[in-house]
């Protein structure tokens, strides 16, 4: 099992930038993707980014694709979300996830095995 602890939230203003962490610790040998999901008020947990862990390539939700980068540290088994023209919709609590298992695909929450607690990122206008 792998447990996660996000790191770097909080409050800032449209148009600022912020960066995410996420460190991994337990069975990091087993990770396959990590991955940063949001969860609006009142509304489902969505997709926002994901990274294959061996090769590094990331995946992105359409409406972040142009403002967020996601980056891993292996040696630190940390995973990377920078963000940049934060708007007042980005406003969530932002959620790490590991996927240890292998699935054809990794921006499903279905697709994800262990869960940080969230941290929260509100965007003021």
């Known amino acids: 099992q792998v447990q996660l602890v996000e790191s770097g939230g909080g409050l800032v203003r449209a148009g600022d930038s912020l960066k995410l962490s996420c460190a991994a610790s337990?069975?990091?040998?087993?990770?396959?993707?990590m991955g940063w999901f949001r969860q609006q008020a009142g509304k489902d947990r969505e997709f926002v980014v994901s990274i294959s862990w061996g090769d590094g390539r990331g995946y992105y939700a359409s409406s972040v694709k142009d403002r967020c980068t996601i980056s891993r540290d292996n040696t630190k088994n940390t995973v990377y979300l920078q963000m940049g023209n934060l708007k007042p919709e980005d406003t969530a609590v932002y959620f790490c996830?590991?996927?240890?298992?292998?699935?054809?695909?990794?921006?499903?929450?279905?697709?994800?095995?262990?869960w940080g607690q969230g941290t929260q990122v509100t965007v003021s206008s």
């Open positions: 996830a590991a996927q240890t298992h292998y699935r054809r695909s990794n921006y499903y929450v279905g697709d994800f095995d262990s």
């Open positions: 337990g069975r990091t040998d087993s990770l396959y993707s």
